[in-house]
Every structure is written in C-alpha cells, then in structure tokens.
C-alpha cells in the first residue's frame, strides 16, 4: 500500500472550515483513500473515502488532484467535538489499513 | 456507536501472565481485525480472520494468537506478558469483501505492570 505524508498537527478555529492535507505521491491506480478519525484514544472512526472523483457526505468532502498523488479532507464547520488525530490511508488490497502517525487537529473556541 | 464490541474495557495484569480478549462484530461482519496502539508504536495491524479463517498476518508476537469462532466472535489472546505488552487493544470488523469499510470497536486497554 502507499505511504502517506501529513502534517504533525493544525489548529482550527470553531464554525471555520478545516482543511487536512495529505500527499499520497506513490498511489496506484487500484488504491482507494480513506481517512478515519481518533478521538483521544477511542477507536478509529470512519470519515469517508474515494477513488478519483470528490467525495462528500455528512461529515466532511475529500477532494483529490486530478493526478490523485495528494487529496484534502474539508471539515466544513469545524466543532470542539472534531477535536482528534486524522489519519490518511491509502488502501488496495483486502483487510488491513496501515496507519502512519496522522495530524492532530485542535479546534479552538 | 460502531456495532462492534469489545470486552473487558480494562485490563490489568502482571508480567508473564496470560489474558484474553474479546471482540463481537457487527452483525453481518465476516472480518475481524485486531490492531495494537501502543504510545510510541502508533496503530498496528495484527491479524485479520475472515469467518472463522485467519487471512492476513501483521505484526504479530509469537507469544499472541487469536481465533474466530462459528458466532464470529474473536478472541485475542495475550500470553507471557510483558510490560511493553501495555496497549490498546482494538478490534474492527467488516463484510470481508474488497474495500469494504472497517468498523472498529472502542478497544480494551491493557496493562501490564
């Protein structure tokens, strides 16, 4: 599977939309991207995830470039509760995810 | 809530003993995965069985087995333990088909002293 690279950490200001970058030069073409959440040592949560196209649903956008080597996660209104480390995985193949370190966002009033 | 379950939430124990956990999927889950966090290791996969046969191997000790019961509930076995064997433990489940996306549970967190 691909690496992924992301920032160690962002701050967000609340009701401000949050952009989370992630750089996946090494994508396949069969690779999907995913991003799932963590807040403070719960389980993963799943956010969203796409191929090639833009993706939206009720918790956020992924848009990925056109040659599909990075993509941004938009958090549109972002809440105290967003608050958690994001993870970016590229993934081809049945099962397994591999989780690099993330970026940890912190929302502030 | 995920679906997914797993038991106990804590755990604490002493070096070299063995312990057990436990992950219920949710219904209709063939996969079960468990991963290990641990503070300086991040998520790490460790295995994955697809209803009832073990299909991908990670990172896994020698000293951790695990198996997938006809219920298609898993149990994560610990033996031997260690105090770097401190970690969360999670558990996450899917339909077993390709890129189907990974529900995880709210994990078991280990310690050893």
């Known amino acids: 599977d691909a690496k992924t690279t992301q920032p160690t950490s962002m701050d967000c200001a609340e009701g401000r939309a949050a952009n989370l970058p992630c750089n996946h030069s090494t994508i396949s073409g069969n690779e999907y991207v995913y991003w799932y959440r963590q807040i403070h040592s719960q389980g993963p949560q799943y956010i969203i995830h796409?191929?090639?196209n833009n993706e939206t649903n009720e918790m956020a956008s992924l848009i990925i470039t056109e040659d599909r080597k990075s993509s941004t996660l938009i958090l549109p209104h972002a809440t105290l509760r967003d608050t958690a480390v994001y993870y970016c995985?590229?993934?081809?193949?049945?099962?397994?995810?591999?989780f690099g370190a993330g970026t940890q966002v912190v929302v502030t009033p | 809530d995920s679906g997914v379950t797993q038991t106990p939430k804590h755990l604490i124990t002493a070096t070299g003993q063995r312990v057990t956990l436990r992950c219920s999927p949710r219904?209709?889950?063939?996969?079960v995965y468990w991963y290990q966090q641990s503070l300086d290791q991040g998520l790490q996969f460790l295995i994955q069985?697809?209803?009832?046969?073990?299909?991908a191997k990670g990172n896994i000790l020698e000293r951790f087995s695990a198996q997938q019961f006809p219920d298609l509930h898993s149990e994560l076995n610990l033996s031997s333990l260690e105090l770097g064997d401190s970690a969360l433990y999670f558990c996450?489940?899917?339909?077993?088909?390709?890129?189907?996306?990974?529900?995880f549970g709210p994990g078991t967190r280990l310690t050893v002293l």
């Open positions: 219904s209709g889950d063939l996969s």
């Open positions: 796409g191929l090639k």
């Open positions: 996450a489940s899917d339909a077993g088909g390709l890129l189907d996306t990974q529900y």
């Open positions: 069985y697809y209803n009832g046969e073990e299909r």
């Open positions: 995985i590229v993934r081809s193949s049945w099962g397994k995810f591999q």
